[in-house]
């Protein structure tokens, strides 16, 4: 209510005022969150949205997540704040050490999960996920905009348990499992299905054959629309990507798709709804007139083989590339004695309905500018800065994948 004197108060402000305050302030400055909270009583609303909207619970060894769901199924007012749940290892660890990892069941992470009834985001970082104790009830999947699942350590069975309680949006897999001897030999996972409309798996995971062989059973047709393994080198154990995308990929619309086999680039055919391609040269912006060859050697392959096979009414491609390998070569003009690059500009002519080039630099050196990389940019790829179509972004592919945000086109598609 206003103020009868016709001064204006803290009440009189709009709720959107306040929000923005507390996203300013962040989630790291909850103390500022607080004294916020006792400034008007009108605030105390908006100010438990930002303390409570992110639940980051770290655990030892020797600890349990028990407390915690007693704690949401006793305080329902307070969990109906959360959006994220993070679960965690106290002793996160790189690599990762199963013998530091907090065990929880798959029942006890499904309890906590319904005990938070507006979810978005969950994340399980380095647990020790065991079977559950009793039978689960699948036939009410759990919605989620985003898990991301990071070397938690787990059976095959009990990881795909836990993952088709759910139906996710997007989701982040990068999973350790304790039975990969069984990499050489079949895998059986049953009835389990995996509803998920987006998925990165992680490119440097272990075991990617024993992953992709789960994958293959659990994945049903004309699901996914986004596919993430940028994988950085052709492996030898050859995980069966292009096998896994003939049988799920005619509704894939965005893909970061590296070879894991000379012959991969032939999928691409079979991808009719493909729209947005990601891919990842190996090969850095800038480079000295010495390491010209072998650098331009690499871009072949994405040249001759992969842009051929693209579809020619692409709407977006994105190169994840380097500035420069070393801070030395920063200082070098850009042209066709130092661009590995050079002329590629002309292959993407095929591309006549491409409305946007984006050029990732997730690494820049602290002398170059956003500007200077911008013009760089645009002196190697001439045409698509002069239709507007280049824009130049520093995101790093990991922290990219893992912004759900960028996944929010797929629901209008």
Known sequence: MADPTGKLTIRDLPPEIFHNILNELGCHDRDAISVCALVCRDWLEISREHLFSELHVPRGLDESFDDLANFLETHPILAGYVRTLSLESLLFSIPPNCGLMPLIDVGLICRLVRAVPHIHG????QLNIAPSPVELDTTHKIMLEHLEYEKS?????????????FRMEHLDFDPLFEDEECAETEVSLGNKTLDVVSLCVNPFMMYPLLAFKALQQVVPPNTLKSFRFPSPMISPNKPPVAKFLTDVGQNIIDIDLCPTAKDDH??????????VFRYHPWVPLLAPPTDLPSQQAQVVPFRDSWIPHLPSDLEELVLYIKYVDTDSAADLTPG???VPLWGLDAALARFRRLKKLTI???DVPSCVTLERAVAAAAVCFPKAHAKGILDVSLRSWALECRDSDIY?????C
């Open 122 to 125: 969950l994340r399980l970082r």
């Open 153 to 165: 350590f787990s059976s095959i069975a009990t990881t795909f348990a836990l993952l088709s309680a």
């Open 266 to 275: 032939l999928i691409l055919p079979g991808l009719p709804s493909l729209q």
């Open 336 to 338: 066709a004695d130092t």
């Open 360 to 362: 990732c630099f997730p």
């Open 408 to 412: 929010g086109y797929l629901r209008d």
